[in-house]
C-alpha cells in the first residue's frame, strides 16, 4: 500500500513512527518525510486495522478521498442501506452515503488503501450494478493538487497574520536604525506577541506535544522551548514591574523567531511538492476513459470498467487508454513523457503501444493487454515510488545520527545557560543564548538531505526513461571502475537475421525451425521468422531441454535433434563436425539429426545505432569497457573491434559471466554489468550495478538496480552520470547541513547571534538543502 500521510513534521516523525509500525508483527513499513508518504506490506489485508489505528494513535492522519458512483438495481432505501452497511466492512472505507433518488453513492477511502474497482465488485455481488462517474473522476486526478492548494492557502494566511503581528515587535527596532525613537507599550506588545505564539504558533505546540506522547523530541520541541521561554520570560517582567519592563522585554525575539520558521517551512512546503512533480505527471498520463467496441457498438467507459482482451478505438491526438497490440490502422505515436524518447514512433498492426502515449494523425484500434497496475506506465510509477522510499545506506547512518541530535542540543543548551551564570552573566544573557542555541539548531535540513536529492534525481530519470530501483545505485556509480556489456541485445539490436545456411546432409527445413519455436534465445528466434518467412510446417517436437550457453535438444519420432554451438556439438560427439571447426565472423547455429551434421546457420546481427556513441561517452570519462558475450570468438571481436572495446570475452556461459565479474571484484573493480536476457541475470545480480534494457526479459529486469525504458545504449552513460550527479548532490546537502549546524550551535552559545537571527538561519537551511536538490531537475543527456 501507497499512502498518503499528514502530520509529519519533521524527519524524526517519520522516522518514529516507521520504527513503531515495524515493531508490529506482519508489518513492514518505509516513510517519507519529504514525499509525506508511508508504503506499507503486510501478511494479510486484516492487518491494516492496527496499523491504522497505530498512526491515529499518534496522532497522524492518512489521506482519504472520495469518489461517486452511479448505481443502476435500488429499489428502495433498504437496498442502498445494505449496498452502504456491505462496504463499511471493507478495509480502507471511511464512510458511504447513498442518494436513493438520484441513485448515486459516495464512498470516502484511505488513498492508497484500497482500489474503486473492489467497491464495483463488491456491489455487484448483492446484485447491483456500479460504474464510476467519469466527471467525479477527472476530478479525483486533481485531488493531490487541490489538497495542497488548499493547505498552501492556510498556511499563506497564517504567515501574513504573522508577519501583520510581529511588524509593529521589531519596528521599534528598525527605526533606530535612522536615529529615531519608538517605543510600544509593554501591554500592546503582549497582545501582539501571544496571537503570535499561540496561533501561529499553534502547530509547533501540537508538534511538539505528539513528540511527547511518543516520548520522543523533534525540531518543535526545540522551537517551542526556545520562544516559550523568551515569552514567559517577558511575560513574568511584565506582571512584576508593569509598564516599568518596557525596554527590557523580549516579545519580538520570540514573535521574529516562529514568522521566520513559518516562512520556511512554508518554503520547505513547496519545494517538497516540487520533488514529487515527475511522479504527479507520469500519474496523470494516465487516461481515464476508453472508447470500447463491443457487441458491434462503440461504448465510452471508464478505464476501470475496461478487461482484458478488450478492443479500444483511438482517434486522432488522443491518448492510449491501456497498453496493447494493435489490430487496425497505422499511426504515428509520442511516447516521449513515458519514455523520453523526442521523436514520433511510426506502428502499425502487430505492433505494441503504451497507456499515455500520445496517438498521431491516425485512428488505431487497440487490444488490451495489460491493464491497472500490470500497465507499463503503472509499472514505471511503482519502480520509482519504491526507489523513492528506499532508503540509502548513507541515510540510514544520517537517520541515526538525527535521533541523537535533539537530545544533544537540549544539552548543549543547558550547559550554554549555566556556562554563562557562571562566568557572571545576568539571567537574561543565560536565558537568551540558550535560546539562540534552541533556535538554530536544525535536525530538519540533516533529514532531508539525502531523501530530496533521491526523490528528485530519480523523477528526473524516470522523465527521460532511466528508472533507478535501488537508491545504492547512486553510490555505486559514483565509484565505478568498468562497464560490461552484454552482447546480443544490448549493443546489437537483438533480432538476428540468417545470412546463408550451409547444408550438409538433405533434411527436413520444418525440424529445425519446430525445434527453435520452444526458444527465447536471439539466434532461435531468427530461425523461427525465416522458418515462417519460408510457410514452413510446425511439427510436435518432444523431450525439448536448454543445455545453457550451448543450445537445445529435443525428440522428433525417435529422431535425436541438436541445435547450438560447436561447443554442444563437440560434446554430443556429432558426427562430421571435425571438418567445419574453422569459424567465420558470423554467429553460427551447428544442427544435427541422430548425432550426424545436416546444417550450419550463418547469422548476423546489426550493431545498434547508438552503441557507438554509448562506448565513446563511457570511455570519455575514465571508464574501462569491456564485452562479454556467448557467441564465439570471430563473431564477438568482429562486434567489438567495430566499437572500439578491446576487453572481449566470448563462449561464455551465464556462470561463466558471473564468474568474470567476481574475478574483476577480487582485483578491488566496482563493476556495472549491463544486459537484456535470462542468463544476464545471475550477472546483473552480482555487479556492483546492475543495468538492464527495456526489451529485456523480467528476470533481467528484477535482477538490475536500474532498468532502462528505452533499448538505447546512450541511456547506460546517461545513468551512470545522472546517478553520479545525484550522489554529489546528497553529498553537498549533507556538506551544507553539517556545516550549518557546526558553525551556527557554537556561535549561538557563544552569543553572536540573536534568536532572532537564529531564527532565520535555522528556516533558510531547509530551503537551501530542498533547494539544492531541486537544481537537478536542470538535468540533461550529455552529447557524446
Known amino acids: 500500500m501507497q499512502l498518503k500521510i499528514a502530520g509529519l513534521r519533521c524527519n524524526g516523525c517519520a522516522n518514529k513512527i516507521e520504527k513503531k509500525l515495524n515493531a508490529l508483527a506482519g ?42 458512483f452511479q448505481v443502476n438495481g435500488w429499489t428502495c432505501a433498504g437496498c442502498a442501506n445494505k449496498t452502504i452497511k456491505a462496504l463499511k466492512q471493507l478495509i480502507g472505507v471511511v464512510d458511504a452515503v447513498a442518494n436513493v433518488t438520484a441513485q448515486t453513492l459516495t464512498i470516502s477511502y484511505i488513498d492508497g488503501a484500497i482500489k474503486p474497482i473492489k467497491f464495483i465488485e463488491t456491489v455487484q455481488q448483492l446484485g447491483y450494478e456500479m460504474n464510476v462517474m467519469v466527471d467525479n473522476q477527472q476530478e479525483l486526478s486533481q485531488a493531490l493538487a487541490l489538497k495542497h492548494q488548499q493547505q498552501n492557502q492556510f498556511e499563506l494566511r497564517q504567515l501574513i497574520i504573522s508577519c501583520l503581528f510581529t511588524l509593529p515587535l521589531v519596528l521599534p527596532m528598525l527605526v533606530m536604525l535612522f536615529g529615531f525613537t519608538l517605543q510600544l507599550n509593554p501591554w500592546v506588545e503582549l497582545g501582539l506577541a501571544s496571537v503570535v505564539q499561540f496561533v501561529v504558533g499553534y502547530k509547533f505546540y501540537r508538534g511538539a506535544w505528539v513528540a511527547l506522547k511518543n516520548r520522543s523530541s523533534n525540531m518543535d520541541t526545540l522551537v517551542v522551548l526556545g520562544t516559550s521561554a523568551a515569552y514567559l520570560y517577558s511575560c513574568y517582567l511584565l506582571f512584576s514591574l508593569g509598564s516599568a519592563a518596557q525596554g527590557t522585554l523580549y516579545f519580538e525575539a520570540s514573535a521574529v523567531v516562529i514568522t521566520f520558521i513559518s516562512i520556511g517551512k512554508w518554503l520547505e512546503r513547496q519545494a517538497k511538492f516540487k520533488t514529487g512533480q515527475v511522479i504527479r505527471e507520469l500519474m496523470a498520463l494516465r487516461p481515464i476513459e476508453a472508447r470500447v467496441l463491443r457487441h458491434q457498438q462503440t461504448k465510452m467507459l471508464p478505464l476501470e470498467q475496461v478487461v482484458l482482451g478488450d478492443r479500444v478505438k483511438i482517434h486522432a491526438g488522443e491518448k492510449i487508454p491501456a497498453d496493447g497490440v494493435i489490430v487496425a490502422g497505422a499511426s504515428e505515436l509520442d511516447e516521449s513523457l513515458v519514455t523520453g524518447e523526442s521523436l514520433p514512433i511510426t506502428k502499425s498492426v502487430d505492433d505494441s503501444v503504451i497507456a499515455g502515449s500520445v496517438n498521431g494523425h491516425g485512428v488505431l484500434t487497440v487490444e488490451v493487454t495489460a491493464l491497472g497496475a500490470d500497465s507499463s506506465i503503472s509499472q514505471i510509477i511503482k519502480l520509482v515510488e519504491s526507489a523513492q522510499m528506499t532508503k540509502a545506506p548513507i541515510e540510514r547512518l544520517v537517520d541515526k545520527i538525527s535521533g541523537y541530535f535533539v537530545p544533544a542540543v537540549l544539552v548543549i543548551a543547558l550547559a550554554t545557560g549555566l556556562i554563562w551564570l557562571w562566568l557572571g552573566a545576568g539571567f537574561e544573557v543565560a536565558l537568551i543564548n540558550s535560546v539562540a542555541v534552541l533556535v538554530v539548531a536544525c535536525p530538519c535540513a540533516l533529514g532531508l538531505a539525502t531523501p530530496a536529492a533521491i526523490v528528485v534525481g530519480s523523477g528526473v530519470g524516470a522523465e527521460h526513461g532511466i528508472i533507478i530501483r535501488d537508491p545504492k545505485a547512486l553510490e555505486v556509480a559514483a565509484k565505478l571502475s568498468l562497464v560490461a556489456f552484454d552482447k546480443t541485445g544490448t549493443l546489437t539490436v537483438g533480432q538476428p537475421s540468417i545470412d546463408h545456411i550451409k547444408i550438409i546432409a538433405p533434411y527436413e527445413p520444418a525440424l529445425l525451425s519446430s525445434l527453435m519455436q520452444q526458444s527465447e534465445h536471439p539466434l532461435a528466434q531468427a530461425i523461427v521468422r525465416h ?73 548476423e546481427d546489426a550493431i545498434r545505432a547508438q552503441s557507438q556513441q554509448a562506448i565513446s561517452s563511457l570511455q570519455q570519462t575514465n571508464i574501462d569497457v569491456a564485452m562479454l558475450s556467448g557467441d564465439h570468438g570471430a563473431a564477438a571481436n568482429k562486434v567489438a573491434s567495430s566499437l572500439g572495446i578491446t576487453k572481449v570475452y566470448s563462449r561464455l556461459k551465464p556462470q561463466d559471466k558471473l564468474q568474470q565479474l567476481l574475478d574483476w571484484q577480487n582485483q578491488g573493480l566496482k563493476v556495472a554489468m549491463v544486459g537484456d536476457g535470462i542468463n544476464d541475470a545471475p550477472a546483473l545480480a552480482q555487479a556492483d550495478l546492475g543495468i538492464a534494457m527495456g526489451s529485456g526479459t523480467q528476470v533481467a529486469i528484477a535482477s538490475a538496480d536500474i532498468t532502462l525504458v528505452r533499448d538505447n545504449p546512450l541511456l547506460v552513460a546517461a545513468a551512470i552520470d545522472l546517478a553520479q550527479v545525484t550522489w554529489l548532490k546528497i553529498k553537498q546537502n549533507l556538506f551544507l547541513a553539517f556545516i550549518f549546524n557546526g558553525l551556527a550551535i557554537p556561535l549561538a552559545a557563544a552569543g553572536a547571534l540573536s534568536p532572532q537571527l537564529a531564527g532565520l538561519a535555522m528556516a533558510l537551511s531547509s530551503v537551501t538543502v530542498l533547494s539544492n536538490a531541486l537544481l537537478l531537475k536542470r538535468w540533461k543527456i550529455k552529447e557524446a
Open 27 to 68: 508489518i513492514n513499513a518505509s516513510v517519507s518525510f519529504v514525499q509525506e508518504r508511508l508504503m506499507l506490506t503486510l501478511d494479510n489485508e486484516p492487518l491494516f486495522i492496527p496499523a491504522y489505528q497505530l498512526i491515529r494513535d499518534h496522532d497522524y492522519e492518512l489521506a482519504d478521498i472520495s469518489v461517486s
Open 531 to 603: 522458418g515462417v518467412e519460408k510457410n514452413h510446417s510446425s511439427l510436435t517436437i518432444d523431450n525439448f531441454k536448454v543445455l545453457a550457453g550451448k543450445g537445445v535438444t529435443a525428440t522428433y519420432q525417435q529422431q535425436h535433434l541438436a541445435a547450438g554451438n560447436l561447443e554442444l556439438m563437440q560434446s554430443l560427439n556429432i558426427t562430421g563436425i571435425e571438418a567445419y571447426q574453422q569459424q567465420s565472423d558470423y554467429s553460427e547455429i551447428y544442427f544435427s539429426v541422430d548425432h550426424q551434421l545436416y546444417s550450419i546457420v550463418f547469422l
